[in-house]
């Protein structure tokens, strides 16, 4: 079974990670099973990760909620709200990924 993931980028006004960078982290951890798109289809995904370069996630928006059934928030140094560290960012959304 594959699982569909879209990426939503803020628009980068104040970023402290490289949100690039992250998702590129994130690519080269997924297994085979995770399908990633840039998220320019309007077809709903399984899960959507919405990477924020800073605390603030201003792109979180509830219009957005549409396109995944399930999101996770990179907001910073913080997955879902929890503060974790920069280098730790891509194996947490890993976790989250899973569950």
Request: aromatic residues 4%.
């Amino acid at each position: 079974m594959q699982i569909g993931i879209c990426v939503k980028y803020c628009g980068g006004c104040n970023p402290i990670i490289d949100r690039a960078k992250l998702v590129q982290e994130i690519k080269k951890l997924l297994s085979p099973e995770f399908i990633l798109s840039d998220g320019q289809t309007q077809e709903q995904r399984d899960i959507g990760i919405l990477v924020c370069g800073c605390l603030t996630a201003c792109a979180d928006k509830p219009a957005l909620k549409n396109s995944a059934v399930k999101w996770i928030l990179v907001a910073g140094h913080s997955v879902d709200h929890n503060n974790v560290p920069e280098k730790e960012l891509a194996n947490i959304v890993l976790v989250k990924l899973r569950q």
